[in-house]
């Protein structure tokens, strides 16, 4: 237990927070949520206007089930950098909804999302996983937009994907190069499948049951989706490729390899760190074992360098590791671990902005933003005033109440980043989406800001009393 008076409580660090949000961000919309979404994805951008983008955002509503369980998808409009008034983004109300994200469809989602996954090559094709073995996957402009009361029988996903023995509830990935699905579960299997012959026919027939071509077997019929109540007819439903055994317990979480279609790595609560080959059979490439000293929750392969992989643990730290010199004496041997929460590690991903950058995300609340790169250097940018901070860390969003569950950036618009928060334990109910951009004197080059400052100054000298 956390001795008293060490650390300040949520509610005067989210005080403090608030205060300083004109400082510290270049935009905030805050959004109160009735039911929480343990998941937050941006899907395509639909269009852009001078002073801000429209995009897609897909979430969910984990309900109590009073109303069913949904799919949300909603239009966000994005605010572009160096638009928002400081004084205007600081003015919202917790218990409000943003006027930037209007819902625009919803799908009956049989049994509760614990997590979304856009397909990389086209963003309108999404997978989910629930409390069963299947994977969703779902075509969002097919699906009918559903009123979801009461009694309401479930949408219907336009494709499943079998193979699991007992429930897949987190791990899930999709490649971004190939139309290729990637599972984990309670059976501590890693699953893969190609959904190649299914995409271009979801739109022209949802009901279809087309052989997955290069994939292996033959489409089949699933007779129940997750705990449906649907009583509609069955839903076509694709075979693995492969199924990779090595995992000693569930598998937490699975990542394709960014360069290629083939590799990908996954993490469990066996704490231990798989790669895989698909082209070398289904055992594991390498594995390190105690890759953590607890069990194991999130990975994420960086896009700019593949040698680096990123893990979260329930350890309370994340983890960096070069794929090419993975353990000592048989055991993780990461390169850095940066220890910036005290409590567990839920999600962490690399940036798309910039190669040594990235955020993670924990049951404290907070969602840090890091960059392995300052670890070592004189920690004197603007951006690095935090009190005692850990290497490495250079910003750390406080927006959130309760444990920070998903977080994404968004690849259309640098910097900008959607988190959400299961809000249950401390405003007892509901959740927090935040979509935010940090204020870019934070983390341009020092050089380049002190210039910009000083240019500033002197205009303000120049300026009539």
């Known amino acids: 237990m956390r001795g008293k008076g060490t650390e300040p409580s949520v509610n005067d660090r989210y005080t403090q927070w608030k205060s300083l949000v004109p400082v510290l961000y270049d935009w905030l919309a805050n959004h109160n949520l009735v039911w929480p979404s343990l998941s937050c994805r941006w899907g395509p951008q639909l269009d852009q206007a001078t002073y801000k983008n429209r995009q897609r955002l897909y979430l969910s509503e984990q309900t109590d089930g009073s109303v069913p369980n949904t799919l949300v998808i909603a239009n966000c409009e994005v605010v572009k950098p160096r638009v928002a008034a400081a004084e205007h983004i600081s003015q919202f109300n917790e218990e409000a909804r943003s006027p930037f994200v209007k819902k625009y469809k919803t799908i009956i989602h049989p049994g509760e999302v614990n997590r979304i996954r856009e397909l990389p090559q086209n963003s309108k094709i999404v997978a989910t996983h629930t409390d069963s073995p299947d994977v969703l996957i779902w075509d969002i402009e097919a699906q009918p937009n559903r009123h979801a009361a009461l009694g309401a029988s479930n949408s219907r996903p336009d494709l499943l994907l079998t ?57 089949k019929h699933a007779s129940k989706v ?76 960086n896009p700019h360098d593949v040698n680096l992989i990123l893990t979260g643990s329930a350890d309370n730290t994340v983890r960096m590791f070069d794929r090419r010199n993975l353990t000592s004496g048989r055991v993780g041997s990461p390169i850095h671990k940066f220890e910036g929460h005290n409590a567990a590690v839920l999600c962490v991903q690399w940036s798309p902005d910039k190669s040594s950058v990235f955020g993670s995300s924990a049951e404290d609340g907070l969602l840090n933003i890091w960059d392995h790169e300052k670890i070592g250097k004189k920690q004197e940018t603007v951006g690095s005033k935090l009190p005692n901070a850990p290497p490495g860390l250079f910003f750390r969003h406080a927006g959130h109440r309760d444990k920070v569950v998903d977080f994404h950036w968004n690849t259309s618009d640098p910097w900008t980043i959607v988190s959400v928060s299961d809000d249950c334990g401390s405003t007892g109910g509901g959740g927090t989406l935040q979509i935010w951009r940090m204020i870019d004197l934070i983390y341009r080059p020092e050089e380049e800001v002190l210039a910009e400052l000083d240019k500033f100054k002197s205009h303000l000298l120049t300026c009539p009393a």
């Open 226 to 301: 997750g705990g449906s109540n649907d009583k509609s007819t069955d839903n076509p439903s694709v075979e693995p490729r492969g199924v990779y055994q090595g995992h000693g317990d569930t598998v937490e979480d699975v990542q394709f390899c960014p360069s290629s279609a083939h590799e990908f790595c996954s993490v469990g609560d066996d704490s231990c760190l798989i790669l895989w080959d698909a082209r070398a059979g289904t055992s594991p490439v390498v594995k390190v074992e105690k890759a953590h000293d607890a069990d194991l929750h999130c990975v994420d392969w």
């Open 163 to 219: 193979g699991h023995q007992d429930n897949a509830e987190f791990a899930l990935d999709m490649c971004p190069s190939e139309p290729f699905v990637l599972s984990g579960g309670k059976d501590k299997s890693v699953i893969l499948w190609s959904i190649q012959d299914h995409i271009s026919s979801l739109a022209s027939d949802p009901g279809s049951a087309k052989s997955p071509g290069s994939g292996g077997s033959n489409a």
